[in-house]
């Protein structure tokens, strides 16, 4: 019933940008903590950015910090990951998670979240 499902993955040169979508369905977009991770081949997956529903508080990895940003459509039940400046270092499957939780915060962790989209391929070129 809740499906998750991503698109604007693509590739792109190293300082350009890249917008990624989130549309929510089955679940109750505005009281759910949003958030993306991040996995690179090889790698685990790494957490990129969450923003909670209580308070709006974001919450992003220092890797990303003062690049990335993170938004939502209530009205369209999306949220949205644009990324700016981007570096060789974020090629990575790009995954939007959702939590249930009722609190303030919440861990930093892909076990923390109950739902997932499908992944969308980020491949920034040198």
């Known amino acids: 019933q809740v499906q998750l499902v991503e698109s604007g993955g693509g590739l792109v040169q190293a300082g350009g940008s890249l917008r990624l979508s989130c549309a929510a369905f089955?679940?109750?977009?505005?009281?759910?903590?949003m958030g993306w991770f991040r996995q690179a081949p090889g790698k685990e997956r790494e957490f990129v950015v969450v923003?909670?529903?209580?308070?709006?508080?974001?919450h992003f990895a220092d890797s990303v910090k003062g690049r990335f940003t993170i938004s939502t459509d209530n009205a369209k039940n999306t949220v949205y990951l644009q990324m700016n400046s981007l570096k060789p270092e974020d090629t990575a499957v790009y995954y939007c998670?959702?939590?249930?939780?009722?609190?303030?915060?919440?861990?930093?962790?892909?076990?923390?979240?109950?739902?997932w989209g499908q992944g969308t391929q980020v491949t920034v070129s040198s």
């Open positions: 089955g679940l109750t977009f505005s009281r759910f903590n």
């Open positions: 998670a959702a939590n249930s939780g009722w609190g303030t915060v919440v861990a930093q962790t892909p076990s923390a979240f109950d739902y």
């Open positions: 923003i909670m529903w209580r308070r709006g508080g974001t």
